[in-house]
């Protein structure tokens, strides 16, 4: 078995064990990053085994227990790499996943995984140093009825989590292990859906969040920006940029599909965004992006991966637009 490192976007790999290396496509999603010195080992379906080693030695492994369903148990909202991945039969399933996600300054790694076998959705992290000693293990419960984004480190060692509800009311938590204590900042439920969170993690609390806005009927509205600062307790920018300010450059190439977030770079003077349209097109499926993860979405199955424009656009502190871009590509690839 060969395993390799899929890097999804800045500062966060998700670590998937496969019977054949990546094809060109997948590099499609994925920002250029170096490869960190993690490897997967010995994952083991028959035994339910799953392991993360570092320069040859564990820093992690789980026995992986049968999926517990339970109506309205918390999910974890399935990713588009996952949702083209669940429809390849030698890929192995999304519970035996890690993710592993670095702080700004490479001083810390977090290295997560959930465990989907209990009543309540739960995930298993752990701190590891920047020589990959480990510093704290701890637990986080996802609570019923909420949809869990993921989790990231900052420089001081403390986690960050962002998590929706049914509403999409929006809810970004910090956690510092040190204490065992967390604190929450909450935007509300709106008309529009909020996917596809992708943070950047800044000074003394400060948490930058991007995000791609839809309607009701999946119509794409704009690009959210939110900036929460968690040391004063406060949200202190929230701004859509509308879609309707891209309507007359948007490529024609590829009419149909969603947007992801490629890239997000983010200070207080100046944020930018990559985005890029994307479907999977496939006989009895519908990709759908704001589905959980869920062993009745992973079977087989003969698929078109689509991969539509690109957009780069960059706003300053004022909301003001410097940079706005938008390559009209199309690229099919069969599956």
Known sequence: MKYIVYPNYRGVFTFLGILFCLPAWAQQLSAPLPQPPFEWTEFNPQKRYTCLKVKGQIVDSATVKPFFAKPGKGVVRQSFQNAVLSGQSRTYPFEYQYEVRFSPDKRYYLVYRYDYSQPELWMHGKILNADFSAKQSFSLRIDDGTASHGYWIDNQGDV???????????YAMRYRPSTQSSDWLEIGADVARRNRFVPVLGSDGILFLASISEDKNGRWQGVMFTTFD???????????????????????????????ILDFTAT??????????????????????????????????????????????????????VQRKVEDIFVTKEL
């Open 230 to 260: 968690f040391a004063h307790q406060e949200i202190t920018d929230l701004y859509l940029y509308p879609a309707e300010e891209l309507q007359e450059k948007l490529g024609k190439k590829m009419p149909m599909g969603r947007y992801e």
């Open 160 to 170: 960050y989590g962002i998590h929706t509800d049914a509403d999409d009311a929006v």
């Open 268 to 321: 207080r003077q100046q944020m930018t965004v990559v985005l890029q349209k994307v479907s999977i097109q496939a006989n009895r499926y519908i990709y759908d992006p704001f589905a959980g993860n869920s062993p009745s979405l992973w079977a087989s199955r003969k698929q078109q991966v689509q991969y539509g424009e690109k957009i780069t656009l960059t706003i300053n502190a004022d909301r003001k637009v």
